[in-house]
Each structure stands twice: as structure tokens, then as C-alpha cells.
């Protein structure tokens, strides 16, 4: 165990080939289900890969219980203390001046110090995002970190966001935004010019707020493969690869995707329950059920991106199991392994030596 | 037939006890299926009721061919010819200023003159709230129409405003949505006091844009069961019975959820595709998949009100069915049958003396 994190990036040098792990910093004190869905989650991902290296920030005493009681094997973990927790509550300037020996600032901090590559946490996402942007900073061209997140759609997935780190946002905001999702999708899914589209409630240039309206010459003007305004019954298709909106219709948007699911799950399960026959029937169909409840799983997609930071920061769902708090880590090994924040910023800076 | 709508109030008066018929003015130039599933919608409703009477406005000659091909009975109908149609493409100030005798314009003027007592129209939304508001004005009190809408819900059903009809919303018209919204929940569902809540990213008074900050403390102000900031996941639960949000939001949200039901339709089916097996349970589960497709069919919910008229305007989706269409229909009936224009501005008038 240590005591302060600064020593982290030393002791990390000691292992043995350190270059060769992945190192990421876990808030172990976030999400709803607490430390036992953070340690499954943990457990579960290095169950399958053996070059990665988690350090686990919060209570210390609490995890070293945890892994007392389940070891995982040497070389796999560390354990970083913290004494504090930010809160579901804490505003984001609380929980940057008071808060600044709590897990999440640790991890973020361990991101900065070079002692991890990527921080994962499920905790409070203004929070998170108010301290990535204090300790780590914006790529240079990036006024604004965006949260993006993977979505699935008919004939594959989609990208989107942002989906709540900035409320109000400009035109300039949403192109930059649409300039960081191409990036990504790019990396992520190997597409050459992804299909940008801009949130809108028409396809027609005259509709739309003013935001959009001037976001969309912007995008036109651009290198971006933009395909022009898309609705929100387009964001579930192939349509489109980038789905660019402002935080609060995003975060809308996909909160309602979320009520949609829930839904429609209770009235399936309500059908099924509704006679014996019905019982009888489900009985047979559960396993096809369960391979389509697969397929839309929002585990399969939790852990959404802090796009824009020096540094790669993943935000899980604070209700994730194990299963999708192991995917938000996934997806922080994922991006480290393509460096998203330098390819972010190594395209931001040829784009300016271009256009200058 | 009649040649001149004007000469349509005259008419009426001479149908056998008119006052006891609910007269709609129907745009049969509207929607993507066009006049065959506007008069299969048409017949859906009269075979059903027979104290209605449907003015069928639109292209004459056509709409009288189908009626001879199918005949429907004396006195339920009537004929009243345009000229032109309002596109989908046409802007709002071009369908108010260039298509005086269009379907939709028609049907408008005849709400107006009192020749009938709703218009329904699955034609370009814009333009026909803008003719709407135009021709029939708003109710005192109330600044911009809002369309609302009825969506299902785990417990029963929502209602939701602004769908789309104003993109840009002061804290005062989300407060004037709430009230509209308020008084129809009220009338329809027979609700004392509906729970009326904003639409924002998060509870907490610190979260969501400005708008939604300055709209609170009205409605808490109110005398509104106002239950606070609501999340898209809320929207399909009974947690809240009227969610109040500006056009762009709304629109998006709505759109959205119709993306996540096509989502879980193609998954539903291409599981129970993937086997003969699949494909054999899938033949006994077919009718408790109906049962549950029923529950949550979207047609089942078409028709948007205008709220916020001097007269009843109800707004059926462009890619409506012959039964969806008809479900518009009848929410014109039961607008009429409430008074809901009557009750919005008697409600508002009793506001206004008891605060003054």
C-alpha cells in the first residue's frame, strides 16, 4: 500500500516491465452498488488480460478487506488510499476546492502525475468533468471536453455526443465536437470519413435553433464527412456514425432512450405473465429473449468518453453491475491503446497547420 | 359538393339537427400515404360514430371518386374542394402568404368561421401551426401554441409539450406550456391535480440550462402541482403526469423514442428469425408480441394537439395508417367534446381575477 500517490509513478517503475501494462487509476468510491460492483467489475477484467495494471483509490482499509477476502493475484493491483469522496450531491466547485484528497481527484491526478494512463470512476459526471478539465486541461483548439458514449443501432452502432458535460453550447462548441467524434470513430472503429450529422428536429437548412443553424455552414465548410442534419429517429441506424448535439439534448435524448427500454422490457415481461399459456410460451422464449436483450444491453456500451482532456477519462453509468463497470475499464484500455488524446490533439494541430 | 367554403356554415345549419353532430374538418392532402388512408381513416370513424360529421377538403374530384368506389352514407359527409396543397417543403411564411386555398388553409377557415369545431391535418407541422396561429389566434393569455401529445407509460400514460412547435422557449412560455398542459391532462384523464414536472438533465436546482432555471421558481410559485425536474427516463414511468420542455428538446426526445422502438422491433424480429427453432417459438409467441407491440403502438397515441388556440387543431403524424389516422380523429372528437380551447381560456381568465 501508499500513502500518497505522487510516490505511485515511481512505485510503478519498479514493476516489472511497467512499460508494457496499461496502467489505469479506478475510483473504487463511486457508483451506486459501492465497492463490491467496482471490485467485480475489476475482477472481471483482469480475469481476461494480464497487461494491465489498476490502481484501486479510495478506502483503503475497504479494499484491502476486499482483496483479503478475494486475493488477486501480484502484480495486477495497487492499492492508492484516499480519505475522501465527492459526493452525488457535491457541486462540481465544491468538489474541486474541498475535495482534493477524495478518490476521484486522486485517480485524475495519478492521470496527470504520468501515473496512469486513463482514470475510470461512476461517479457524480459534473464532478468528474470539472476536475479532469482543472487537472488535466483541454487538448490545445478544444474549448470544451465533451462526454461521448457508443449507442447501438440497426446495422451496427453509433457514436454521440455530447450528452451533458456543457448545457449551453455555441456553434463552435458543436463543431468541435463533431471534429473530436470523427476523430474517435475513426480510431475506434477503423472508418475512414465517418458520417457526421447535427441533432435537429428537421433536415430542411431553415430549421433548428440558432446554434445548429450556424454549426451547420461551419461543418459544410469543413474536411468532416458532414451528411447534414439528422433526427433523433436517425440516431438508432446506420444513417449516421456521429450523432453532434448540445449537452442537455443529448442528455435528454438518451435518458429517454433509457425510460424507451425500460418500457418496453416491463411490457414484455407483463405479456409473458399475462396467462399460463403465456408462461408457457415465455418459458421457451427466454433464451431468445435474453440473446435480444443482449443486443440493445446498455452494459455492452456503458462507460462514455470525457473527449477533449489531456488524458483519457471514462465516466460508467452510477447504476452499472460488474459486467458494465468491466466495459467502462475496457473501453479506458481501448482508448490508451490507440492514445485518442494525442491523436486529438496530433489532428487538431495538422488541421491548423493546414488552414494556416 | 360545395363550391365555396364560406357557404359551408350556411350548409351545416341545414343538415338534419346539426347541433347534435360533431363537425371536423379533415386536410385530405396531407400525410405520406395520402387520400387513401385519410378516407380509410375517414371510414375508420363513421362506422364507429354517427353523430359526427367530416368535412372532406382537398381535391374534389378525387375525394368524390373514392366515394364512389365506396360509397359512405348520406349526411356524414361533405365535399368542399381546394385547389392547392401545401407541401412539405413549403416554409411557414410561404404556406401562409402563397396557399390561401390550400387543404390545410380550408380546413383552418372553416374552424374560424365556425363551419366546424376541429381541423385535422397530418401535413407539414410547421406551416400548420402557423397558419393555425395565423388564422385562429391563441387564447389571451397564452403567447405561442404549444403541440402536445399523449405517450405510454409503465403505470398509464404521459403527456408531453412543446413537441416541437417552438424551437427557442422563455422561462415563461415553459410556464404557460405547464398550465395548458395542466388544464388538458385535467379534462382528459379526469386527474384533480396532474403532476406537472420541467424536463432537465438532473433534480437538482443547479442542473439544466437557463430557461429551465428560471421557469422553476414560477412553477413552484404556482398553484400547479409542479413535482420539479424530470429525467428522459422519467417520461415513460407514472412518476409525472405532464412533462413540459421546449420545442427542440421535445421534438428530439420524441423522435428519439420512436428510433428505440424501430431499434427493439428489428432486434425482436431478427432473433426470432436467427433458427427454425427461434422460428417455431416465434409462431406460438406471435400473439403475446402483438399483445405487447398494442400496448406500446404508436398509433395507438397519433394526434398532437395545438394547444393553446381559439379553436381545436390536431396535428396526426405524416406516416400515419388508415387506424392511426382515425385515433387523430377521435382525439378531435374529445377536444370538442371537452371544450378544451373554452377550458383553457376560462382557466386562465379565473388565473388572471384571482391574482389581480
Chains 1, 2 share one sequence.
Not at 211 to 237: M, R
Request: hydrophobic share 45%; proline share 4%; net charge negative.
Amino acid at each position: 500500500m501508499l500513502n500518497k500517490p505522487s510516490m505511485l509513478a515511481n512505485a510503478m517503475s519498479g514493476l516489472d516491465s511497467p512499460s508494457a501494462k496499461h496502467v489505469v487509476a479506478i475510483d473504487v468510491m463511486s457508483g451506486d452498488g459501492g465497492l463490491p460492483v467496482i471490485m467485480g467489475g475489476v475482477r472481471r477484467v483482469l480475469a481476461r488480460r494480464q497487461d494491465v495494471h489498476l490502481l484501486l483509490v479510495g478506502d483503503a482499509d475497504a479494499i484491502e478487506a476486499s482483496l483479503k477476502s478475494d486475493p488477486i493475484a501480484d502484480g495486477l493491483v495497487t492499492v492508492v488510499p484516499a480519505t475522501e469522496v465527492v459526493t452525488m450531491d457535491d457541486s462540481p466547485a465544491v468538489a474541486i476546492r474541498n475535495k482534493k484528497q477524495s478518490s476521484m481527484r486522486l485517480a485524475i491526478n495519478l492521470v496527470k502525475e504520468g501515473g496512469a494512463a486513463a482514470c475510470v470512476s461512476a461517479g457524480n459526471t459534473g464532478a468528474l468533468m470539472a476536475i479532469s478539465k482543472f487537472v488535466l486541461k483541454t487538448v490545445p483548439g478544444i474549448d470544451r471536453p465533451a462526454i461521448s458514449t457508443t449507442l447501438p443501432a440497426i446495422g451496427g452502432h453509433t457514436h454521440m455526443l455530447d450528452l451533458g458535460a456543457n448545457v449551453d453550447c455555441t456553434a463552435q462548441h458543436l463543431f468541435q465536437f463533431a471534429t473530436m467524434g470523427s476523430i474517435l470513430t475513426e480510431a475506434v472503429d477503423g472508418i475512414a470519413s465517418p458520417k457526421i450529422g447535427l441533432l435537429n428536429i428537421g433536415s430542411e437548412a431553415t430549421k433548428g435553433n440558432e446554434q445548429v443553424k450556424e454549426a451547420a455552414p461551419l461543418l459544410i465548410d469543413s474536411s468532416l464527412n458532414y451528411i447534414g442534419f439528422v433526427e433523433g429517429t436517425d440516431i438508432y441506424t446506420d444513417k449516421v456514425d456521429v450523432v453532434v448535439c448540445d449537452g442537455f439534448v443529448g442528455n435528454v435524448s438518451l435518458k429517454t432512450s433509457e425510460g424507451v427500454a425500460r418500457l418496453v422490457s416491463h411490457s414484455l415481461k407483463q405479456e409473458f405473465k399475462a396467462s399460463v399459456w403465456n408462461n408457457l410460451v415465455g418459458f421457451f422464449a427466454r433464451p431468445i429473449l435474453q440473446s435480444f436483450g443482449d443486443r440493445i444491453d446498455p452494459r455492452r456500451y456503458n462507460g462514455a468518453s470525457l473527449l477533449g482532456l489531456q488524458g483519457v477519462v471514462i465516466k460508467s453509468h452510477g447504476s452499472a453491475d460488474q459486467l458494465a463497470f468491466a466495459n467502462a475499464i475496457d473501453i479506458a484500455l481501448l482508448e490508451i491503446a490507440l492514445g485518442v488524446p494525442d491523436m486529438i490533439r496530433s489532428r487538431l494541430d495538422a488541421k491548423v497547420a493546414c488552414t494556416s
